[in-house]
Structure formats: C-alpha cells, structure tokens
C-alpha cells in the first residue's frame, strides 16, 4: 500500500481535534478551578461552623460537631471544581472515597486523626504531582498544535497567492 501525502489543512485540523480532545475534559485553568474551590470550602465552614482547624481540640477518634456534612459540602465542591477542570478527574474521586473511609475509621476508631491527616496530605502531594504533569503535557501539545498552525499556514500560502493572481483572458 503506497503511502498517501496528508494536505497541510487536513493535518492541522486533525492536530487540531487531538489537541481538543486531549484537553477537553480540563477546559479550565486548575489555578482558577483551585481558587474557586477555595472559596467554596470557606462557604462550607460559614454553612456548618467546622473548621479543619478545630479539629485540633479533639480526641483522636473524635469527628466534630458538624464535621461530616462540612466534608459533604467540600466533596461537592471537589466534583463541581476540581474534578470538571482535570485531565485526571478519577484522582480527586479516589482521594475522595479515601477520605469518606478514613472519616469513617476515625468514627469507628480504627483510624486516628492524625493518620487521617497524614494520609490526606500524601493523596495532597499525588495530587499536586499529577496536575503538574497535565500541566506539563497541556504545554507540549500547545507548542505542537502552534507548530502545526505555523507550519500549514507556512505551506497554504504560496497556494493563497497564486489564487490571487489574475487570471489572463
């Protein structure tokens, strides 16, 4: 089978298309998802009066008053923020049920707080860590769908100029 030249036009748009469903399901800058998120965390604590912070004058196995319609109030925001504006939304939902299960462990007393704390903190890091990566990956396919753009404008010019050209009668 004979190898077929692909035009300039039909490779910038397929470049295109990859490069759109590759990004699709994070169509939002993390930072501005992040900011929101925070904000929506901070509606949360006004709503139930539970602050993460508080959680310093309890026991080990001890939830505060309020605290898991508080953790409810923070998921939602998760999903609607974080989890919408992610390449890699099943990592905030694993973090989630983890921490569903640890606040449960804590409740039942197999799991003390400041493992629950700890715990976060690491699917915290995995977090960071893995939104760098899609960071990362968002600039390369960025960089090669601007190459792409260049390099078929660079070609569908000459053919632009020539259909310019008057044509003689």
Known sequence: ????NISPAVFGFA?????TAACGSGSRDIGAARADFRDHAAQCTAQYGYSPEAGAALGSF??????RPWRECVYRGI????VSSSLTPEIYRKAIAEDRALTDGVDAGRT???????RVRQL???????EEANRA???????????VKEETARQLDPMRRSLMVPLAR
């Open 1 to 4: 089978m004979r190898a077929r």
């Open 15 to 19: 470049a295109g298309a990859l490069f």
């Open 62 to 67: 001890e939830l505060g008053a309020s605290e």
């Open 79 to 82: 999903e609607q923020y974080l």
């Open 112 to 118: 003390t707080r400041t493992q629950r704390a700890e």
């Open 124 to 130: 915290l890091a995995d977090i960071d860590r893995t």
């Open 137 to 147: 990956k968002i600039e390369q396919m960025q960089a090669v769908d601007r190459l």
